[in-house]
């Protein structure tokens, strides 16, 4: 089993920082971080941003504003948030996934509040 721990989130104001963190342990060997999700009140789940094979991807909406990295030695997957604005507010996921089960694994969720 895999287990995915969050942090970092928060209340911020607008034009603030945020970083998220999202530490695995467990049956880790086969494992790889995919990306950072959100979901807004009454909406569903979307992209923020991935990455695979060394390349990363962002959701238009952040293009500029986040980064995504990741500690291998830590094996935690990081989220840089900056500039961030109201419609940034969400419950971020973390997704990693098993290579030799191709299972996803999500994480517990951040609440992230960007407001004055």
């Known amino acids: 089993q895999v287990q995915l721990v969050e942090s970092g989130g928060g209340l911020v104001q607008p034009g603030g920082s945020l970083r998220l963190s999202c530490a695995a342990s467990?049956?880790?060997?086969?494992?790889?971080?995919m990306g950072w999700y959100r979901q807004a009140p009454g909406k569903q789940r979307t992209l923020v941003a991935t990455?695979?094979?060394?390349?990363?991807n962002y959701a238009d909406s952040v293009k500029g504003r986040f980064a995504i990295s990741r500690d291998i030695g830590k094996n935690t997957l990081l989220l840089q948030m900056n500039t961030l604005k109201p419609e940034d507010t969400a419950v971020y996921y973390c997704?990693?996934?098993?290579?030799?089960?191709?299972?996803?694994?999500w994480g517990q969720g951040t609440q992230v509040t960007v407001s004055s």
């Open positions: 990455m695979a094979g060394g390349s990363t």
């Open positions: 467990g049956s880790i060997l086969s494992i790889i971080p």
């Open positions: 997704n990693f996934r098993d290579l030799r089960t191709r299972t996803d694994y």
